[in-house]
């Protein structure tokens, strides 16, 4: 049985930074494609970004490109979310999922919330 | 951009009864199309991949067609716990794309 855990959400003024973590119970993460959806309150399922098993293959939304970045630490089992430059509209519940390609399994999500 | 639509909003069902829920995409997605149901304060949960293979757990009542541009989800007879929202979701291309939700409600 694959468990997600996110940490890592809060509050967050626009502009700052934050970096959210996925850790993963599953024995060989190494094998495992990941990514990172949102929603925002209220509203729909947002994918965020994607990272191939060993971490060569990358993608970003456009609604991110150039100020989150994406990575993963295959010996802690851990997917990671930096996010810079943040705004108002990238408030939402973050969710890192396991993915082949389809979202198969999923965290339980942590807020984040951009406001001054 | 793969625009993913769904039809309808809100689909009032009674109990027992049949529901059958629509996704449209903007252009084929051949059978890479997956949904996922969603309950308030939780995170989504795969229910089908491949247009139409059931994922882990999920109840035969729960049924899937279609390819290319169409798709349909069925849950043949409602039991209370099937009220929710449902998602589709193509990953034929990036970015990876989902619909905006069928909010699937007690009649």
């Known amino acids: 049985q694959v468990q997600l855990v996110v940490s890592g959400g809060g509050l967050v003024k626009p502009g700052g930074s934050l970096r959210l973590s996925c850790a993963a119970s599953?024995?060989?993460?190494?094998?495992?494609?990941m990514s990172w959806i949102r929603q925002a309150p209220g509203k729909g399922l947002e994918w965020v970004s994607y990272?191939?098993?060993?971490?060569?293959?990358?993608y970003y939304a456009e609604s991110v490109k150039g100020r989150f970045t994406i990575s993963r630490d295959n010996a802690k089992n851990s997917m990671y979310l930096q996010m810079n430059s943040l705004r108002a509209e990238d408030t939402a519940v973050y969710y890192c999922?396991?993915?082949?390609?389809?979202?198969?399994?999923w965290g339980q999500g942590t807020l984040v919330t951009v406001s001054s | 951009e793969i625009v993913m639509t769904q039809s309808p909003d809100t689909l009032s069902v009674s109990p027992g009864e049949r529901a059958t829920l629509s996704c449209r995409a903007s252009?084929?997605?051949?059978?890479?199309l997956a949904w996922y149901q969603q309950k308030p304060g939780q995170a989504p949960r795969l229910l089908m991949y491949?247009?139409?293979t059931r994922a882990t757990d999920i109840p035969a009542r729960f049924s899937g067609s279609g390819s290319g541009t169409e798709f349909t989800l069925t849950v043949s007879s409602l039991q209370s716990e099937d009220f929710a929202v449902y998602f589709c979701?193509?990953?034929?291309?990036?970015?990876?794309?989902f619909g905006q939700g069928t909010r699937l409600e007690i009649k």
């Open positions: 999922a396991l993915t082949l390609p389809y979202f198969d399994s």
């Open positions: 491949g247009a139409s």
């Open positions: 252009q084929s997605v051949s059978s890479n």
């Open positions: 979701q193509q990953y034929n291309n990036w970015p990876r794309t």
């Open positions: 990272i191939s098993s060993g971490g060569t293959f990358i």
């Open positions: 599953v024995f060989t993460f190494t094998n495992y494609h």
